[in-house]
């Protein structure tokens, strides 16, 4: 039985089926079969725009001003966002390294749901992350092999930047997943997807025994 009772799928490839980290994230939840699983494609969902009417709009909130029934929506939305977000017990995110980083709807996506007393608070200098206790999985797919070690190693700052996003938020339980190369010859490519299934699947059989034994 899995130990997850709602997982999250972050899929950030708008690449539907074809999408080599949707593969291996499909295989992984097969793997892990949580109770409930609800898959969020980033680049299908409505995100609504975080501009500056909505950033002056949370200082006016913070400062108790007036403001118009417009910003008060804004800013539920926001807040029921969050609320979905940290309804789950883990988190599967599945992307692309595009251009070093991560694809513009999931950057997109964090902006919108970490702030302040809604996914960390500050205290004291030190910060606290509201999304303690939970697993993150973090499944990522590039054409160049900048895995940890390697030699383009210091080119990622897409697994990176997730691991320590999520980190920041207060996870602790954190996985990854690597498909790279995805760019070469037939026969490098399908090693890389090889890879990275082998690692899906171990990790789907560790994520299936009990959290503590
Ligand atoms: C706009 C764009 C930018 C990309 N930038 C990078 C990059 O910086 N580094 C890299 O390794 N691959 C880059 N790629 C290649 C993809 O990461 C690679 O094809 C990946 O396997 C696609 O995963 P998917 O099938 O899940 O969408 C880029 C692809 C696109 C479309």
């Not at 409505?46 to 800013?75: C, H, K, M, N």
């Not at 599967?92 to 980083?101: C, E, I, T, V």
């Not at 030190?126 to 990522?140: E, N, Y």
């Not at 996003?165 to 997807?193: L, Q």
């Amino acid at each position: 039985m899995s130990r997850f009772a709602r997982l999250l799928h972050i899929e950030a490839s708008p690449r539907g089926p074809r999408s080599r980290s949707s593969d291996v994230a499909r295989r992984l939840i097969d793997g892990i079969a949580p109770a409930t699983v609800e898959t969020l494609n980033l680049f299908e969902a409505d995100l609504p725009p975080f501009d500056g009417t909505v950033i002056e709009g949370r200082y006016a909130l913070l400062a108790g001003d007036a403001v118009s029934p417009d910003v008060v929506a804004q800013w539920d939305a926001i807040r029921a966002r969050i609320d979905h977000f940290l309804s789950f017990d883990a988190w599967l995110f599945s992307a692309p390294m595009w251009n070093f980083g991560v694809p513009y709807p999931l950057k997109h996506y964090i902006d919108l749901i970490t702030h302040p007393g809604m996914t960390f608070t500050v205290q004291d200098g030190g910060v606290t992350g509201l999304a303690a206790g939970r697993t993150a999985i973090v499944i990522g797919s590039g054409a160049l092999d900048i895995r940890p070690d390697g030699p383009m190693a210091a080119l990622d700052h897409q697994m990176t930047y997730l691991n320590d996003w999520v980190g920041f938020i207060g996870v602790t339980d954190i996985h990854r997943v690597d498909i790279r190369p995805t760019y070469g010859s037939e026969c490098e490519v399908s090693a890389a997807m090889d890879r990275a299934y082998a690692e899906a699947d171990a990790l789907a059989a560790a994520l299936s025994r009990p959290a503590r034994v």
